[in-house]
């Protein structure tokens, strides 16, 4: 559908940049996630994942870092806590239907988006051949974890590079053809394009969450299923999870995906993401958002920034 005047001009300039974002989720058969640590994918996208690996879908989970400072126990040391960590890890994967997880054993906190991090993860593409790659926003506002940042940045450049046969070439030495997905979706996003109904899989997402028992209690559980429920309300769902869907001609030189310039309104607040309905291969179209609808915008990102701030001074990792 073509828009008109000088927002719709923008719009439709976004859409044919990336056409339609669903397809990442309803097209892929292997994805790749890029976590910084063990527990993240779990928790921002644990829902998708069960949905994907319940119709088939290969996931293979990356971690980043080994997670030995997610503690405020000092009996613990670190090596001891990376050793759990790994096992909790392994756990959670488990009851998610993914078996295929890849340790990249950098210090937990110590994450750099350095050229020998981005070359390791586009080998893993290279090696595993995926549609989609999914991790975290690393361009999400306040975003102070450097292992979040850093790791997003390397795995959104890893994806946009991974097709050139000149970058990482002794990858071709080990028989590596170049490979590029489709797709890489971010989540822990401000700025969503696609929300996913998780709720038949909310229950199996939680159960996955708690096997990481050194990270997380009852209290911090229910303040993220709150979240989800905040996520899914927004999205007409009882719990949803919310993802930033992006190819490789959105990542490079594009004007037209993240908003106007400074003072101008940013037409993207005029339009709803794309919600999944439970459904198989249903798919909503959204209404533009009333003016009742901004300001229930502007109160859920004031309760999630509440929900984050009690699990903080909970002492948890998020």
């Known amino acids: 559908m073509l828009m008109f005047g000088v927002d719709g001009e923008v719009l439709e300039a976004r859409s044919l940049v990336l056409g339609r974002p669903e397809a990442a989720f309803e097209e892929c058969r ?10 993240d994918t779990e928790l921002g996208a644990g829902g998708l994942v069960a949905k994907l690996t319940s119709r088939g879908v290969r996931v293979v989970y990356v971690t980043v870092t080994d997670g030995g400072c997610g503690t405020t126990d000092k009996s613990v040391s670190w090596e001891e806590l990376a050793v759990i960590r790994r096992k909790e890890q392994e756990e959670a994967a488990s009851i998610l239907g993914v078996s295929e997880l890849v340790w990249l054993g950098y210090r937990d906190t110590e994450a750099v988006a350095t050229t020998r991090l981005r070359d390791q993860i586009i ?8 549609d989609l790659v999914l991790t975290v926003d690393p361009w999400l506002t306040y975003e102070a974890h450097r292992d979040h940042r850093e790791t997003g940045l390397a795995v959104s450049e890893a994806f946009l590079l991974s097709g050139l046969p000149n970058v990482n070439r002794a990858d071709l030495e080990c028989g590596l053809e170049p490979h590029s997905p489709d797709y890489i979706s971010y989540y822990w996003t401000r700025k969503p394009n696609v929300y996913i109904d998780v709720s038949p899989w909310m229950e199996l997402k939680f159960k996955a969450i708690a096997a990481h028992k050194s990270q997380f209690t009852e209290e911090s559980l229910a303040l993220f299923r709150k979240y989800f429920e905040l996520l899914g309300r927004r999205a007409g769902h009882s719990y949803a999870e919310a ?19 400074s003072g101008a309104p940013d037409p993207a607040a005029t339009l709803k993401p794309v919600l999944i309905d439970k459904k ?39």
């Open 30 to 39: 292997t994805v790749l996630s890029v976590q910084p640590h063990p527990d």
């Open 123 to 130: 080998s893993l593409i290279r090696i595993y051949k995926p």
């Open 243 to 261: 993802f930033k869907v992006m190819n490789s001609t959105a990542l490079h030189c594009n004007v037209f995906q993240h908003g106007c310039t």
């Open 280 to 318: 198989p291969a249903h798919l909503q179209l959204v209404e533009n958002y009333s003016h009742v609808t901004q300001n229930l915008h502007t109160l859920f990102l004031d309760t999630v920034c509440q929900v984050l701030h009690l699990a903080h001074e909970a002492q948890l990792e998020v």
